[in-house]
């Protein structure tokens, strides 16, 4: 199946980062936001990752003006899905919104749109049945940063499709990325499987007052990893971050996990910390500490 138009839900740091790659790879892409703002925040997104690509990556203007006009924005679903090959949901981690969302796909999806849910949390099975088309939905979780962090994990469910997962597998090649095929459903795939727990670990030691979050990070970096937890916890977003803490907490009765999601909300999300995408977080940008030479330096 050969997938030529694609449609991401959602213009956040990642909707945003994953539109603008699979453009600059020569798809038509649609990046679809309910809300104006959000595409507003979407185009403004596409303005910095282009500068990016030119004075970090070299890329001639040339190819960064081909890529912009493959970029469609509308905040009218039927646009977002009509003639679409691929719809990529990339929206909050709110199970309610995803399930109103497919079924509201579903009213104008053809039999052969393929959808792929960006969600880490609620796995495919959960969400496949609110849509039209069962066996066309997928699980794709794409990494940020993905022109650096090429990595797409993909997990079907127990109806899904073959040909569907073969499709995925090729479009993730396609777009110069390496795919993760799961054998089974698994919450948190395999990455953050591996990554939210210490991501949760570092916000619990820094809410106790253990250590500041700086050096909780330099523990981290000082053997190797690019990016400490909090690096992370700033680029994926810090409201994110607190979805995924409190559907965690609630779901398994875990005081400590929502005792984090709520020091979230109160000490960041409320102030509108929100991460790289409001200019604070945790690290104030677009200089933050963490970017400095003297980091990890013994001074």
């Not at 969400?127 to 940020?144: D, E, M, R, S, V």
């Not at 253990?210 to 053997?223: K, N, Q």
Request: hydrophobic share 40%.
């Amino acid at each position: 199946m050969l997938l030529k138009t694609i449609t991401i839900a959602g213009s956040d740091t990642l909707g945003a980062e994953i539109s603008w790659y699979i453009a600059f790879h020569g798809y038509t892409v649609t990046l679809y936001d309910r809300s104006d703002i959000g595409l507003e925040i979407g185009k403004v997104l596409h303005d910095k990752f282009a500068t990016i690509f030119i004075e970090k990556y070299q890329y001639k203007e040339s190819k960064i003006e081909e890529t912009f006009k493959r970029i469609n924005y509308t905040s009218n679903l039927d646009e977002a899905v009509h003639d679409c090959d691929l719809f990529i949901e990339n929206t909050p981690e709110k199970m309610e919104n995803k399930i109103q969302l497919f079924k509201d796909v579903s009213q104008y999806a053809s039999p052969k749109t393929i959808i792929a849910s960006n969600s880490d949390s609620f796995l495919p099975s959960s969400l496949a049945t609110h849509y039209k088309y069962p066996q066309q939905f997928i699980g794709a979780h794409f990494t940020n940063l993905i022109w650096e962090n090429s990595l797409v994990e993909i997990m079907g469910h127990p109806d899904s499709d073959l040909l569907v997962v073969e499709s995925m597998i090729d479009f993730v090649k396609s777009i110069d990325i390496l795919p993760i095929v799961l054998q089974k459903e698994n919450s948190g795939y395999v990455l953050n499987s591996l990554l939210i727990p210490m991501l949760s670990s570092a916000l619990t030691m820094f809410q106790k007052g253990i250590a500041t979050f700086e050096d909780i990070d330099r523990s981290w970096m000082s053997i190797g990893n690019k990016y400490g937890p909090f690096i992370i916890m700033d680029g994926v977003g810090l409201d994110t971050v607190y979805n995924i803490e409190k559907y965690l907490g609630e779901k398994d009765n875990d005081a400590q996990r929502i005792s984090n999601a709520n020091f979230i909300h109160d000490e960041y999300i409320k102030k509108g910390k929100l991460g790289i995408i409001s200019g604070e977080g945790f690290y104030k940008y677009p200089n933050p500490t963490h970017s400095r030479e003297s980091f990890l330096k013994v001074l």
